[in-house]
């Protein structure tokens, strides 16, 4: 799970603070990655974050899926 964290963080954009992360028990000995992050509106896209970083190597080979927990816009 550190990896995967490492992973993650490793992302860099204008616009992105990664925050806190914890490790949240699912079931059976499996745990999810629970992080904050913080984001400019006019800088970062979700959608492009989530596609264009997450979803692709390296980061792929650890992340499973991503779920957004919570959302404010300021």
Known sequence: MQKLEE????IKMDGL???ASK???????IKKLQIMMTIEDDLVSVDN???????V???NE???SCDIVAFNKI
């Open 7 to 10: 992973t993650v963080r490793s």
């Open 62 to 64: 650890y992340i499973q």
């Open 23 to 29: 490790l949240i028990p699912v079931g059976y000995g």
């Open 17 to 19: 603070l990664w925050g």
């Open 57 to 59: 190597e390296p980061a």
């Open 49 to 55: 974050l989530i596609e264009d970083y997450l979803t």
